[in-house]
């Protein structure tokens, strides 16, 4: 049994295991990131890949590569391999990325991550997918008039709790005869899970029924040829949205498009796609304002823009958000994990974690093996225990945010209370317009990242603890890069989030003073005496380097530039 044990002051990717260690697991490494079979031809792959090389593939070359096809980023890989993330690139700058190069005809050195699957595809390494109603091995049932493809949907064994979303859910597909649903939520919340069962309580009352996941990016082209030559493969005369939507109004079919956020571009507020994703927005238009008597189900972390504008509890559009589950299936969770149900705490547990399954399937056996199932005794401690699986999900979750959206995220965790937009627009050290932080603050919640709170009719922002726990440690991380970057060059020249976020508030009250200063100033004051302590300087020393530069200037706007570095000991 894993156990998933909160570590302070070391962050996961900053753990190197020795290369024994890493590579222990076979079937571990033998089972990531299988769909990438669904579109390539990996077998020809591997072979040319160890004739470009002259040496045999390695298990864990295999897995990056299966992943990279996925469009999984190097960091993502490292976490799924447990190797730290230098060490990983390092290797595959030694080893796979040559022989990529090799095998695509590229430039020795040019290759990056992203370019991987356009290279490839070129090259000829792209799977067509057969139809699959004629492959024997394939997911699809034919049963009288009914067609069904699972294709890449999960196995789902154990479901807890939400009868009455699921009814409501049903409620809106079947009988409102809702044209496109989308069912968002953060990583690890139970989406696909709840998705899974709905269709399984009601695919019988479509005529054609297809899942489709779309963690490789898909481009839209491919994506409408795919559903076509399942949907309609007798007759199909067109590729195109126009011609799927021809067959959505001949039959009533149910189409599920699992992780949609991928075909979303990183680093943008909420609704740019991907290149070749475009004619995404077109799809999601004119399926949900169409005639047509099918229904189009979206499950992601992103709440597509067409879905928000449009979405009405009156109008063939709707959105779910999938919050944590209720008492009653938090609790079954919990006992199908060796709780009886009446532990002392176990409320509060549920509560702390917003009932958040994947939190509490990690936490649970944590409590199991170290606490002896004693709830009480875990909720003494002060820090709530993320996990691996967790860590990992809400690291890809927040890798996709733009700059901004994660300042935002930063100033929320430090704050640790509701806080206004009026309060955000004032503290933040801000060169863009008020409209731009809202625009932030309506991308934030559509990712499902931020929860919204009304006190004395104002409008508050604010992370649930899960989010919170996470962001914070991510903020002591950036912050202690600039901290060691300050004692090895001796200047100030690396400084970001020193200058535009406050480590400790003035006036905030003692309770959350005292918090900051357990959970980032500390920390981070720690991490400099360690950094100075490898740079052979006294800290008196740097103290007078610094100031004799005289780095610290006035800027627009708040600077928090030297009220940090006084906290931390590099300032007067």
Not at 352 to 381: C, D, H, M, W
Request: aromatic share 6%.
């Amino acid at each position: 049994m894993n156990i998933f044990i909160e570590v302070h002051d070391t962050h996961l990717c900053d753990r190197s295991p020795p290369s024994s260690v890493m590579l222990s697991d076979h079937d571990h490494i033998e089972g990531l990131f299988p769909e990438a079979a669904q579109n390539w031809d990996l077998n020809r792959l591997y072979a040319d890949l160890q004739t470009a090389s002259g040496k045999e593939i390695k298990p864990f070359e295999k897995a990056c590569l299966r992943g990279l096809l996925c469009r999984y980023r190097p960091g993502q890989l490292a976490f799924k391999l447990a190797w730290t993330s230098g060490a990983l690139r390092v290797e595959l700058n030694k080893g796979l990325y040559r022989s990529l190069e090799a095998i695509a005809d590229q430039p020795i050195n040019t290759l990056r991550w992203e370019k991987v699957p356009e290279w490839l595809e070129a090259r000829g390494y792209k799977a067509q997918r057969q139809s699959l109603h004629n492959t024997a091995a394939a997911s699809q049932v034919n049963l009288g008039a009914n067609l069904v493809d699972w294709g890449e949907a999960p196995n789902i064994q154990t479901f807890y709790g939400r009868t009455e979303e699921l009814a409501k859910l049903e409620q809106w597909i079947v009988r409102d005869r809702c044209h496109l649903l989308a069912i968002c939520g953060m990583g690890g919340i139970g989406k696909t899970a709840l998705a899974v069962k709905l269709v399984e309580n009601m695919q019988s009352q479509f005529d054609c029924f297809i899942w489709r996941s779309l963690r490789g990016a898909q481009p839209t082209a491919q994506l409408i040829a795919d559903l076509l030559q399942f949907l309609n493969s007798s007759q199909q005369t067109g590729c195109g949205i126009s011609d799927l939507l021809e067959v959505l109004r001949q039959k009533r079919c149910l189409i599920v498009l699992d992780d949609f956020e991928a075909t979303l571009q990183d680093g943008e507020l909420v609704g740019v796609y991907r290149q070749g994703c475009e004619a995404h927005a077109e799809l999601l238009q004119r399926v949900g304002s169409e005639r047509h008597q099918s229904s189009l189900i979206l499950i992601g972390r992103e709440q597509p823009k067409e879905i928000s504008m449009h979405q009405g509890e009156d109008q063939p559009i709707r959105y779910y958000k999938v919050n944590g589950l209720q008492r009653q299936g938090a609790f079954e969770l919990l006992r199908a994990r060796g709780f009886t149900g009446s532990e002392n705490g176990l409320e509060a547990l549920v509560q702390q974690y917003r009932g958040n399954p994947s939190a509490l399937r990690i936490v649970a056996g944590t409590i199991q093996e170290l606490f002896n199932g004693n709830v009480s005794e875990f909720l003494k401690q002060t820090a709530l225990a993320l996990g691996d699986v967790l860590r990992t999900l809400l690291y890809q979750q927040f890798e996709r945010l733009s700059k901004l959206e994660k300042d935002v995220l930063y100033w929320l965790a430090i704050k640790h209370r509701p806080v206004s937009l009026s309060t955000l627009r004032s503290e933040m050290n801000l060169q863009t317009s008020g409209s731009e932080l809202i625009n932030v603050l309506e991308s934030l919640r559509w990712r499902s990242l931020i929860e919204k709170v009304s006190e004395q009719d104002e409008v508050m922002f604010l992370l649930e603890p899960v989010v919170m726990k996470y962001v914070n440690r991510q903020f002591v991380d950036e912050v202690s890069k600039e901290i060691t970057a300050i004692a090895a060059q001796q200047n100030l020249k690396s400084i970001n989030l020193l200058q535009s976020h406050v480590l400790v508030e003035d006036h905030a009250p003692d309770s959350i003073r005292a918090m900051q200063i357990r959970l980032v100033l500390k920390p981070i004051k720690d991490k400099l005496h360690k950094a100075i302590a490898q740079s052979n300087i006294e800290l008196e020393s740097l103290r007078e380097i610094l100031a004799s530069q005289h780095q610290v200037q006035p800027t627009e706007g708040t600077s928090y530039v030297e009220v940090n570095l006084a906290l931390i000991g590099l300032w007067w």
